[in-house]
């Protein structure tokens, strides 16, 4: 039973990150940031830690002019995770804290629908792979995927470029579908088993992912499963984004979550430092059902 980190994005922006710039420039330009919020989530008590390559690819950093430094940013953010975490594992090796290299969608349709080829977003996201494997990622995980070809072609690409565990997880609406129209068990059945693991990340309501789980624990029995809900919705209050879900919402669902079978339990958008640490409370001595039932 692993706990993972919670968002990035809306925690940087916090620290100082203006809206619109893309947070892997700070990999470059403010790496002690980078690798104090890491710390804060180790603090907090989680075991595994993402770095800050969500639109790590080619295909998103062409954006921002940085086309051309894809390895050089992907190798530098899984340095400096690897960094906090190496530090906080102690020599005794009673707590290990896992890296894993986040890679986000590439922002495109593929073809027919748009105007890229599989062939193209493979490239990208092995180019990205490449980058966090030699930077020293555990595993990678390929998130927020709302298209399968679009997955189907990044766990192609991470393939190609090392042989790290691959986790894919997808984001779905209040209907239990991704923006394309896929159900989470759909996801689980064509995922699995090309990948070690699949689940779900971002969303609407935490509560949700209950379910989420529990179709893709029936649809992929023996796939890891990952749940990373949002901390709710975000509202604008006196010119602060604020997010629906307290640390105390968080700590009450994540349970639910692992009794419905995931086996990794973490935070996307609006989650922090303070939900991460109830959450890791309330799954403490926890371990996960798929254990407890090959030992009945």
């Given at each position: 039973?692993?706990?993972?980190?919670?968002?990035?994005?809306?925690?940087?922006?916090?620290?100082?990150?203006?809206?619109?710039?893309?947070?892997?420039?700070?990999?470059?330009?403010?790496?002690?940031?980078?690798?104090?919020?890491?710390?804060?989530?180790?603090?907090?008590?989680?075991?595994?830690?993402?770095?800050?390559?969500?639109?790590?690819?080619?295909?998103?950093?062409?954006?921002?002019?940085?086309?051309?430094?894809?390895?050089?940013?992907?190798?530098?953010?899984?340095?400096?995770?690897?960094?906090?975490?190496?530090?906080?594992?102690?020599?005794?090796?009673?707590?290990?804290?896992?890296?894993?290299?986040?890679?986000?969608?590439?922002?495109?349709?593929?073809?027919?629908?748009?105007?890229?080829?599989?062939?193209?977003?493979?490239?990208?996201?092995a180019e990205q792979a490449t980058g966090l494997a030699e930077g020293?990622?555990?595993?990678?995980?390929?998130?927020?995927?709302?298209?399968?070809?679009?997955?189907?072609?990044?766990?192609?690409?991470?393939?190609?470029?090392?042989?790290?565990?691959?986790?894919?997880?997808?984001?779905?609406?209040?209907?239990?579908?991704?923006?394309?129209?896929?159900?989470?068990?759909?996801?689980?059945?064509?995922?699995?088993?090309?990948?070690?693991?699949?689940?779900?990340?971002?969303?609407?309501?935490?509560?949700?992912?209950?379910?989420?789980?529990?179709?893709?624990?029936?649809?992929?029995?023996?796939?890891?499963?990952?749940?990373?809900?949002?901390?709710?919705?975000?509202?604008?209050?006196?010119?602060?984004?604020?997010?629906?879900?307290?640390?105390?919402?968080?700590?009450?669902?994540?349970?639910?979550?692992?009794?419905?079978?995931?086996?990794?339990?973490?935070?996307?958008?609006?989650?922090?430092?303070?939900?991460?640490?109830?959450?890791?409370?309330?799954?403490?001595?926890?371990?996960?059902?798929?254990?407890?039932?090959?030992?009945?």
């Amino acid at each position: 039973m692993l706990v993972a980190d919670g968002a990035t994005g809306t925690m940087l922006q916090e620290m100082g990150l203006e809206a619109g710039t893309a947070p892997e420039i700070w990999i470059l330009e403010q790496p002690d940031r980078i690798r104090a919020l890491h710390q804060a989530y180790v603090e907090a008590g989680v075991d595994l830690i993402l770095t800050c390559t969500f639109g790590g690819s080619r295909l998103r950093l062409a954006s921002h002019d940085l086309a051309d430094r894809v390895i050089e940013i992907n190798r530098r953010a899984a340095q400096l995770a690897r960094q906090v975490a190496a530090s906080a594992s102690p020599s005794n090796g009673t707590r290990t804290i896992f890296v894993g290299g986040d890679m986000g969608p590439t922002g495109h349709l593929l073809k027919p629908l748009g105007d890229i080829s599989h062939d193209e977003v493979t490239a990208a996201y092995a180019e990205q792979a490449t980058g966090l494997a030699e930077g020293g990622a555990d595993l990678l995980i390929i998130e927020t995927m709302s298209d399968l070809g679009e997955a189907l072609a990044a766990i192609d690409g991470a393939r190609r470029a090392t042989d790290l565990p691959i986790i894919c997880t997808f984001s779905f609406d209040t209907h239990g579908r991704t923006m394309m129209g896929l159900k989470p068990e759909t996801v689980a059945q064509e995922i699995w088993p090309r990948v070690e693991g699949v689940g779900a990340n971002c969303g609407r309501d935490p509560a949700e992912y209950i379910d989420l789980v529990h179709a893709m624990r029936q649809a992929a029995p023996e796939a890891i499963l990952w749940a990373k809900p949002n901390a709710g919705l975000p509202h604008l209050v006196d010119d602060h984004v604020e997010y629906d879900a307290t640390p105390e919402t968080m700590s009450q669902i994540a349970p639910h979550l692992r009794d419905s079978g995931a086996q990794v339990i973490g935070g996307c958008c609006g989650t922090t430092p303070a939900h991460l640490a109830a959450m890791a409370a309330a799954l403490r001595g926890q371990r996960p059902v798929a254990a407890e039932k090959e030992e009945e």
